[in-house]
């Protein structure tokens, strides 16, 4: 049978052409399935924990809380983390800086696994506008980050979207093909379940080219997976080990918060 992992995830949004990267699923033993973020933020920072489940089975994911989680950095500290609940380790010491590059080690009684990311440096996040649209007979809201890409090619960038506080099930990825060195102009749809009066927050993270591909690929999986494709294939992931899905994103947060009028 397949396997799956658990994403909070309804639609990906993706503004850039690149091609799809296909990894096999093999039908097997559950995957250790890894979700660990730090950023340019003040700490904690948090590492969860959990096992994939057939693709036949409930979404009701094991979570793991044996293991061993260290992180450490380019500067040479080195921090093991607190085995909180369900799954969840914290850090204690390490602080995200832009420039540097972060190391996960993870040891469980069955896996060990290993990652790097570097953390690029912060681009300015200056603002945020919207405009309403006709969305398929449904009004919604079109959001435009404003932010000028730098002159050098290959940057990346992840926004998250949150109402009241709370992330809404959804990811927009964009690369800097065709903005190099410009203002941004490219949008997003925010979705369903966003009205005029709402506080939305949006996160704007700029990421790591494997991180972009991660989430390029995980759109491939989740369309799969929406349209009950018999043959769902795994994410590409920056996380070296033996039976291991999800990611280690090292990536610079900035925040913005505007209410829709």
Known sequence: MKHLFPVALVSIYFISCQQVIEIDLNEA???LVVEANITNQTGPYHVKLTQSVNFDDYNIFPTVDNATVII?????????????????YQTNIIQGIENSTYYLSI????????????????VIFDSISYNLINWFGNTRYI???????PPDPGNFYRFILYKKGKKRNAFYVFNDVGIN???NTRSFLAGGSINTGDTIEIEMQCIEKRIYDYYFSLNQTAGNLLLQ???????VTNLEGHR????????TSQKITVILQ
């Open 229 to 235: 494709s018999a043959t769902p294939s795994n994410p």
């Open 29 to 31: 033993s559950p995957y």
């Open 143 to 149: 959001m435009t980050p404003h932010f000028t890409d």
């Open 181 to 183: 060195g410009l203002p």
């Open 107 to 122: 040891f469980t009684p069955s896996d060990t696994v290993t990652a790097s990311c570097y953390m690029p440096q912060k």
């Open 244 to 251: 291991v899905l999800g990611y280690f994103n090292a990536c």
């Open 72 to 88: 450490s950095d380019s500067f040479g500290n080195t921090d093991t983390l607190t085995h909180l609940d369900s799954g969840r």
